[in-house]
């Protein structure tokens, strides 16, 4: 079966930080990658997507590249804001939408 | 907005009671999927439905069923439920066939088992 590991948090920032959370994954087949967040006390949101290798997600200022070579999904963020403070979720996803989580990353970004 | 709605937002209920989370998919939908989210982890996957038939289960035991309609809705039962059955449990579905690898959630129900 597919599994991700992703970095340990909490990671706190200062606004207006490079942000980086990484993401490695394991999966059998060429799965497509996601990443979601979660905001306190809410449910999940779709942040990025990526379906082939080399494609970029982008969403929000966010970015992430699908790595083949190296099974890597990292996510990216030039200026983080307070707002963007939540969990976020890597997730591979095979054919039937079976996708696979890993605990997230929680992120905290002070003013 | 993902289309996916799940009802009751919030539910309690007492150990050893039985409970029923349902979920509405968009139109066209017919895979719907169910996971459980313990408090500070990663959304766990509980089964899915593929047609109306169970398509792949986790590491769930069989307190734990489920049921899809022809109307895009579905349910997750439990019964006998147990403090640890406390959680998120979140709904998602996708289009049609093994190509689609897109799961669209509902905000997901929170059960408070007391």
């Known amino acids: 079966g597919n599994s991700v590991t992703q970095m340990e948090g909490p990671v706190t920032l200062s606004e207006e930080a490079f942000l980086t959370i990484n993401c490695t994954y394991t999966?059998?087949?060429?799965?497509?990658l996601f990443w979601y967040v979660q905001y306190p006390g809410e449910g999940l949101q779709l942040l990025l997507k990526?379906?082939?290798?080399?494609d970029k997600g982008s969403n929000k200022g966010f970015e992430a590249t699908y790595r083949k070579e190296t099974t890597s999904f990292h996510l990216e963020k030039g200026s983080v804001q307070v707002s963007d403070s939540a969990v976020y979720f890597c997730?591979?996803?095979?054919?039937?939408?079976?996708?696979?989580f890993g605990t997230g990353t929680k992120l905290q970004v002070i003013p | 907005e993902t289309g996916v709605t799940q009802s009751p937002t919030h539910l309690i209920k007492t150990r050893g009671q039985q409970v029923t989370l349902r979920c509405s998919s968009q139109?066209?939908?017919?895979?719907v999927s169910w996971y459980q989210q313990a408090l500070g982890q990663g959304p766990q996957f509980i089964f899915q439905?593929?047609?109306?038939?169970?398509?792949g289960r986790g590491n769930f035991p069989p307190r734990f069923s489920g049921l899809q309609f022809p109307n895009y809705s579905s349910e997750l039962n439990v019964n006998a439920l147990e403090l640890d059955d406390s959680a998120l449990y979140l709904c998602?579905?996708?289009?049609?066939?093994?190509?689609?690898?897109?799961?669209?959630f509902g905000q997901g129900t929170r059960l408070t088992v007391v």
């Open positions: 998602a579905s996708g289009g049609q066939g093994q190509g689609n690898t897109e799961a669209f």
């Open positions: 999966a059998t087949g060429y799965p497509s």
């Open positions: 990526a379906t082939k290798a080399d």
């Open positions: 997730a591979p996803s095979g054919g039937y939408q079976k996708v696979t």
């Open positions: 139109s066209g939908h017919n895979t």
């Open positions: 439905y593929y047609r109306e038939e169970e398509n």
